[in-house]
Structure formats: C-alpha cells, structure tokens
C-alpha cells in the first residue's frame, strides 16, 4: 500500500526557513505528479504546490498565488523523497503540511507534520 511520510516541522519564528521532507513507498515514486497541500487551524485544505513526474530536464513545479516566491517544491527520484523549502517564515504559515500523491486529484496523504510560526 501507499505510504507517505513527512517529516521537517517544528516551531519556528518569522522570518525564518525550513524544509519539509516526504519519504514514499508502495508506489513507483518517479511516475507520479506529487504536492504538498497544507491545513491552517480552523481552515480549509490549501493546495500549496506541485510538481510533475516528468525527468527533471522538463520537470515544471506550481504554486498557490499565496506562497510563490517563498516555496519551493522539489523531488529526487533515487531517494523517492519529495521536499518543500519555505523561506521567510509567516505566521501564516502555520498549518499541517501534508505530501499527496497527483496533482489535481489527490487518493494518498500522509499523516502530515506540522509547522508552527510564532
């Protein structure tokens, strides 16, 4: 079965950087679209960022109009890791950050880390 695993929140202060890792097995990691979507308290799921499975040469992220500039999505295929690198941390920013297998349709989450910006 799918597994994803996230890992890299803690609690932060503004202004500062973190990067969000997500570890996947049970699938064949490279062939899949993957994002990071993420849940702020009290709020609803934001998609944040995405990034095709295509070899890196034409791999192409995308971002949510709220975090681009700070975010940046990326994967490494040898490791099936995803990351998500976040600068100049707001207090916005707080949430659960969880990596999802797709793009658009997203069937497997993982049990998400959470991000604390105070």
């Known amino acids: 079965h799918v597994q994803l695993v996230e890992s890299g929140g803690g609690l932060l202060q503004p202004g500062e950087s973190l990067r969000l890792s997500c570890v996947a097995s049970?699938?064949?990691?490279?062939?899949?679209?993957m994002s990071w979507v993420r849940q702020a308290p009290w709020k609803e799921v934001e998609w944040v960022a995405g990034?095709?499975?295509?070899?890196?040469?034409?791999?192409?992220?995308s971002y949510a109009d709220s975090v681009k500039g700070r975010f940046t999505i990326s994967r490494d295929n040898v490791k099936n890791t995803l990351y998500l690198e976040i600068v100049s941390l707001k207090p916005e920013d707080t949430a659960v950050y969880y990596c999802?297998?797709?793009?658009?349709?997203?069937?497997?989450w993982g049990q998400g880390t959470q991000v604390t910006v105070s």
């Open positions: 999802a297998r797709g793009r658009t349709y997203l069937p497997d």
């Open positions: 049970g699938i064949t990691f490279s062939r899949h679209d």
């Open positions: 990034i095709t499975s295509l070899p890196s040469l034409f791999r192409a992220a």
